[in-house]
């Protein structure tokens, strides 16, 4: 057995997480009428780098939807929209962290 007592950390840490619905950030509202016209559909994966303030840092396409105006408005509306409670380390002090997720671009019904 190991005889170097383990400390455990007086707080576990804490991944950054959504404060409003991840869902509300990208609508089918945002969808532009050229973009339906061109019918352009797809997945944009996305990891966001959340600052201790708990607002969004960066946005990084992890995964593009293989239109570029999409994943740039993912970006452009996450960042803008997304609020955060901030990441803790194992002290309990706010610090910052990523969150990674994704949006679908569907045309509108």
């Known amino acids: 057995p190991d005889p170097t007592p383990r400390m455990k950390p007086a707080f576990d840490p804490v991944s950054a997480l959504p404060r409003n619905n991840p869902g509300s950030w990208v609508t089918t509202q945002d969808y532009r009428s050229s973009w339906i016209n061109r019918e352009l559909t797809g997945t944009t994966g996305f990891t966001l780098k ?60």
């Open 50 to 109: 959340i600052g201790a303030s708990g607002r969004v840092e960066s946005c990084l396409v992890t995964r593009s939807s293989g239109h570029d105006v999409l994943d740039a408005a993912t970006c452009e509306l996450v960042t803008r929209r997304a609020r955060f409670d901030p990441a803790r380390d194992n002290a309990g002090n706010r610090t910052s962290g990523n969150f990674t997720n994704s949006v679908r671009w569907q045309l509108p019904d």
